[in-house]
């Protein structure tokens, strides 16, 4: 029994799917399913129950299947350590990542971590954040990002850094001059949201209602790049994360504008699997990442501050 083949079984119940698990081995769909059939004619029991559509583990192979994917990750991290002894980091790391996590910041991590570990291959995988979930706790991802972290039962979770939340507009807006503003002042607002099933939006929502304030959210998108071009075109403001809006700050596109009077935040962590042995490299990358700070003082995925938000606007 190879461990070419573990590995095979491990990606055809992780990803549900034997033609996904050819395409990630570089085998054919029919290679794929042959190793599996290998493996129950070694051990003599059914590990799948393909009368089921999708395909359902039997006990013995939900059993096998946990078994199999921590000596893959022993391996792993054994084949690491060997070639630390010749003080090179070297291995595949995995990141699932929501979208505005990983485009505004990982690029930078990514290309610095490259300078000082050329050896490690990194691999993101960009998700919704149940996507990011449910990635970690599949053993598809070494670990994850996303807002708004949540640890359980199977999930462990490790702060990062808060994100400050800023009234973003064009600048056209009736509000484009002002140095700052509060809650009260986006009263009667006309806004544009995010979707009601994100998190940030129902934490904004919160955050509203209890200062009493309402706002005519016109329109609502999943995501903060459509909501930024609606932006633009000025269909209205809107409150979002200060990192994701530096690129149309800079360039005059937007203007963001602190909101005083209250602590308005999106907290940014990294999500694991409890109990998942992490390999070399990706020990390496999430030292990388949590030794950064938003200041960046390394100037690995340095994130200054907008302090001249609102002036001469």
């Given at each position: 029994?190879?461990?070419r083949t573990?590995?095979?079984y491990?990606?055809v119940v992780?990803k549900?799917?034997?033609?996904?698990?050819?395409?990630e081995?570089?085998?054919?769909?029919?290679?794929?399913?042959?190793?599996?059939?290998?493996l129950?004619?070694?051990l003599?029991v059914?590990?799948?129950?393909?009368?089921?559509?999708p395909?359902v583990?039997t006990?013995?192979?939900?059993?096998?299947?946990?078994?199999?994917?921590?000596?893959?990750?022993?391996?792993?991290?054994?084949?690491?350590?060997?070639?630390?002894l010749?003080q090179?980091?070297?291995?595949?790391?995995?990141?699932a990542?929501?979208y505005s996590?990983?485009?505004?910041?990982m690029?930078r991590?990514?290309?610095r971590?490259r300078?000082?570990?050329?050896?490690?291959l990194?691999?993101?995988?960009?998700?919704?954040p149940?996507g990011?979930?449910a990635?970690v706790?599949?053993?598809?991802?070494?670990?994850g990002l996303v807002?708004?972290?949540?640890?359980?039962?199977?999930?462990?979770?490790?702060?990062w850094?808060?994100?400050?939340?800023?009234?973003?507009?064009?600048p056209q807006?009736?509000?484009s001059?002002?140095?700052?503003i509060?809650?009260r002042d986006?009263?009667g607002?006309r806004?544009?949201?995010?979707s009601t099933?994100?998190?940030?939006?129902?934490e904004?929502?919160?955050?509203?209602h209890?200062?009493?304030?309402?706002?005519?959210?016109?329109?609502?998108?999943d995501n903060?790049?459509?909501?930024k071009?609606a932006?633009?075109?000025h269909?209205?403001?809107?409150?979002?994360?200060?990192?994701?809006?530096?690129?149309?700050v800079?360039?005059?596109?937007?203007?963001?504008?602190p909101?005083?009077?209250?602590r308005l935040e999106?907290?940014?962590?990294?999500?694991?699997?409890?109990?998942?042995i992490?390999?070399?490299a990706a020990?390496h990358f999430?030292?990388?990442?949590?030794?950064?700070?938003?200041q960046?003082?390394?100037?690995?995925?340095s994130l200054?501050t907008?302090?001249?938000?609102?002036e001469?606007?």
């Open positions: 029994m190879h461990l573990l590995k095979v491990c990606d992780g549900k799917s034997f033609s996904r698990a050819a395409d081995n570089g085998i054919s769909q029919s290679r794929a399913s042959q190793a599996v059939n290998q129950e004619e070694h003599g059914k590990l799948l129950d393909r009368s089921k559509r395909f583990l006990s013995a192979g939900s059993l096998f299947y946990s078994g199999s994917r921590r000596l893959l990750q022993q391996y792993d991290s054994l084949e690491e350590q060997v070639q630390m010749c090179e980091v070297a291995g595949r790391v995995t990141i990542s929501i996590i990983g485009l505004y910041y690029n991590f990514v290309e971590h300078e000082q570990a050329p050896g490690t990194v691999h993101l995988d960009y998700q919704t149940a990011v979930y990635m706790e599949a053993d598809q991802a070494d670990f807002s708004y972290p949540k640890k359980s039962r199977t999930i462990n979770m490790i702060p850094w808060d994100e400050p939340m800023l009234l973003v507009c064009s807006h009736p509000l001059r002002m140095p700052s509060t809650l986006l009263a607002q806004m544009i949201g995010f099933d994100l998190q940030i939006r129902r904004l929502d919160r955050t509203l209890a200062a009493r304030v309402q706002v005519d959210m016109e329109m609502e998108f903060i790049e459509t909501l071009r932006i633009e075109i269909a209205g403001s809107s409150v979002l994360p200060e990192p994701t809006v530096r690129r149309e800079d360039s005059g596109a937007l203007i963001a504008i909101i005083v009077g209250t999106r907290p940014v962590g990294i999500i694991r699997r409890r109990g998942r992490l390999g070399t020990h999430l030292d990388h990442l949590l030794n950064a700070t938003p960046g003082e390394n100037g690995v995925a200054p907008l302090s001249t938000v609102g001469d606007r």
